[in-house]
């Protein structure tokens, strides 16, 4: 059987019997819902990666990690974005952390100015404005700009003067989430620009760089100019794109020279909560996932054409940002909002999806719905959203 047959075969009893966070909803019966929420896949991973795991658990390799196996890491990470982007960061620069997460807190606690506002271009990643808050920082929302085709573009002259104003470090989420934008190169070169002329920082959060769609191709931000590598700290990661968020690993990139320096003295700590299982995990899914990537990603293609032509049928006047990376689809539905968040009445109907407002004041109206899922379950998505339009 196919890769593609075994997704096609998913049921929601399998799903719900797994007992990930993503199924445990309930509807207003008390019924499972549909998980569509929780940005994580239903497809299992490659089998590279699962050959990686059992050989772990074959030698008991449970303990801390070892500076010769960060090091093999930071040469996969490297070799993948040199293959996979054109380019190669030196891989002595590529630092293993627990999570995305805790290089944005690194970008805002060691590499940023005390105290200095955080901007954040929302729609954005609930955390994004949840963590700066707790670092004693103030959140800036800035709103993308939007054109008749939906598509995202950051505004240039708000963040210029956000800058102006006293903020120091900008969340790039590329891809986005939970907008899907993919940023054209030349869009990153106008960012590195503005920061640049500030002497601000970048975090760009490159998660979800492998999982890019219909022909459209990641760009490293801190590769695009000097000024972006300079105001870049960039963190990724094998979690998304391979399905494993609960390994607990992730990588940060550093492409300033003072940036380095500083990690001399921080360094042990920061990387102390990456696992040694993810470790593993992750050069497996660089080095050799790419063929189930690939699989993965023509998937959520199919998947995504059959949102968007079931939304047309059932709810045509709702709104599908362009999906050009991610598995996260971005859907305008002010129209049917009466009454209370499209989300609320979602979850009644049994599909469980995130609510737009927690992503900024941009989010209102909208849903993010995640269609890393079977195509039976993404049909039943759709056919349970047309409740809206009754």
Known sequence: MSLHEQWDALTTEELVERGGLKWTLKDARGRPALGAWVAEMDFGTAPAVLGALREVTERGDFGYASEALHERMGEAAADWMAHRYGWRPEPAHVHPLADVIQGMVLAITEFSRPGAPVIVPTPAYMPFLDVPPSLGRQVLQLPFLRDADGDFAMDLDALDAAFAAGADVLVLANPGNPTGKVFRREELVAI???????????????????????????????????????????????????????????????????????????????????????????????????????????????????????????????????????????????????????????????????????????????????????????????????????
Not at 325 to 347: I, K, Q
Request: hydrophobic letters at 45%; glycine letters at 10%; aromatic letters at 6%.
């Open 192 to 390: 590195a620009e503005v920061a640049a002329r500030h002497d601000a920082r970048v975090f760009a959060d490159e998660i979800h760089a492998p999982l890019t769609l219909h022909g459209r191709r990641h760009v490293p931000y801190a590769s695009v100019s000097p000024e972006a590598a300079r105001t870049a700290v960039t963190a990724m990661s094998a979690s998304k794109a391979w399905n494993l968020p609960g390994l607990k690993t992730a990588q940060l990139v550093l492409t300033n020279a003072r940036d380095r320096a500083r990690w001399a003295s921080i360094g042990f700590m920061a990387s102390h909560g990456a696992s040694t299982p993810g470790l593993h995990a992750n050069i497996a899914a660089y080095a050799a996932g790419e063929p189930w990537l690939n699989e993965v990603t023509n998937y959520l293609e199919g998947n995504e054409r059959l949102l968007r032509d079931g939304l047309a049928a059932a709810l045509p006047e709702a709104r599908l940002a362009p999906l050009e990376g991610t598995y996260l689809a971005w859907v305008d539905l002010s129209a049917y909002a009466a009454p209370g968040e499209p989300a609320d009445r979602l979850l009644e109907s049994g599909v469980a999806v995130n609510a737009g407002p927690s992503f900024g004041l941009a989010g209102a109206g909208h849903v993010r719905i995640n269609l890393a899922t079977g195509r039976g379950v993404v049909a039943e998505i759709v056919e349970r959203m047309g409740a809206l339009a009754r």
